[in-house]
Structures are given as structure tokens and as C-alpha cells.
């Protein structure tokens, strides 16, 4: 009885061993393989996550691997038509602080992850999480405040132009624009201009524009 005890101990032990074996090859990746927590989690970091975190302006979050797999074609899409990030700065007009706009580089990373079956790779490779400032990103010298204004429940509005008086009374230089808007995930872009002063301008009325 020992021996066929030992012998059925032994058989179990092999097939466990055995199980395990297989889960870890499951779970390894071949080197060079793109994964999410080695090659897209920076990427996110440095040019996403600023906006595609909660209580910001994009409508999913990309913090976690969790919460970017189900948007990985989708990515790949917007990434390739450099429709994502927005901004469209033009590097040839100089150098731009805050700049979003993909690499070449990066552009390929994501699309080779998004190919290759957006594996989340070894979460040991994944870099530490970014500490985000909440609210204003700088402490602002002067607030331009907009007026309320509706939007529809559903669907999107094109684009809103918005003329708000000049706050300055005399030539100033403007270092940095920040706009915190009162429902984030109800805007998706925004851009500040400044124009002379127009007769028969309405202040705070949002007007819907082509240009």
C-alpha cells in the first residue's frame, strides 16, 4: 500500500509540475515582441494619459492595460491618420513645449502592438505610474471666464466659436494658455486666438463657425 500510495503521489506531482510548465510558456512572450507594459505604457504616459485618465477630456482612460486593450484597433487607426494626438504642430515653424505629437517610432510600436494581438506583456517591465496634477496645471495669473452654455445631450457639435473680450489693458506676453473646461468629457478640442475688435461683436455667444 506505501509503494502504490507513493507511486500516485508522485504521478500527481508530475502532472502539476507539468500544468505549471505550460502557464508560464502561455504567458511568456518571444523576445521582440511588443507588449503594453514594455513598449505602449511610456508611449501612453508621455503623450495620452494627460487627457485619457478620468475626470479629463477623453472619453476612455489609458492608464491600465485593462482599460486601453479594448481600444487597441481603434488606436492604431487614429495613430496612423494623425488624428491622435491632436494638435498638428508643424516642427519646421520651431520648437513647441508640451509637444504630443507622435514619433515615427511610436507610430509603429502602437500599430505593431495593436497587430500582433495587443498583448499586456511582464507587469514587472511596466514603468511606475505617472502622478498627475489635478485642476489647474499652473498657477494661473489671470481666469477668463466663459458662460454656460448648452450642448445636446447626444451626438457632437462640430465646432463653437466663442469671442470673449481682451482681460488686458495694455501689451502683455503671454507665456501659456490652459483651458480647464466645466465638463471635460463634454469637450473633445479647444483653440485660443486672439482678433481685433470687431463692431457689432456679441461677448459670450457662442456662434457656430466654418473656419
Known amino acids: 500500500m506505501r509503494s502504490i500510495a507513493t507511486a500516485a503521489f508522485m504521478f500527481v506531482f508530475s502532472m502539476a509540475a507539468f500544468g505549471q510548465s505550460n502557464r508560464d510558456a502561455i504567458i511568456s512572450t518571444p523576445a521582440g515582441t511588443v507588449t503594453f ?17 478620468p475626470g479629463e477630456a477623453a472619453p476612455m482612460s489609458f492608464l491600465s492595460y485593462q482599460a486601453t486593450r479594448p481600444w487597441a484597433k481603434a488606436m492604431k487607426t487614429a495613430v496612423i491618420g494623425r488624428k491622435m494626438p491632436p494638435g498638428g504642430l508643424d516642427p519646421q515653424y520651431g520648437h ?14 502602437i500599430s505593431k502592438w ?58 502683455t506676453w503671454v507665456r501659456s494658455i490652459e483651458v480647464r473646461p466645466g465638463v471635460p468629457a463634454a469637450m473633445h478640442h479647444a483653440g485660443v486666438r486672439f482678433a481685433p475688435h470687431m463692431d457689432g461683436v456679441k461677448y459670450g455667444v457662442p456662434v457656430w463657425s466654418d473656419i
Request: hydrophobic share 35%; aromatic share 8%.
Open 114 to 171: 495593436a497587430d500582433s494581438g495587443a498583448l499586456e506583456g511582464d507587469a514587472k517591465d511596466a514603468s511606475p505610474p505617472v502622478k498627475w496634477t489635478e485642476g489647474w496645471r499652473s498657477k494661473p495669473d489671470v481666469v477668463v471666464e466663459v458662460p454656460p452654455f448648452d450642448i445636446p445631450a447626444k451626438g457632437w457639435v462640430e465646432v463653437y466659436t466663442l469671442v470673449l473680450p481682451n482681460p488686458f489693458k495694455e501689451d
Open 37 to 53: 507594459s514594455k513598449d505602449v505604457l511610456p508611449i501612453l504616459q508621455e503623450k495620452c494619459q494627460s487627457c485619457h485618465r
Open 96 to 109: 513647441f513645449v508640451d509637444n504630443f505629437t507622435l514619433t515615427q517610432d511610436q507610430i509603429d510600436t
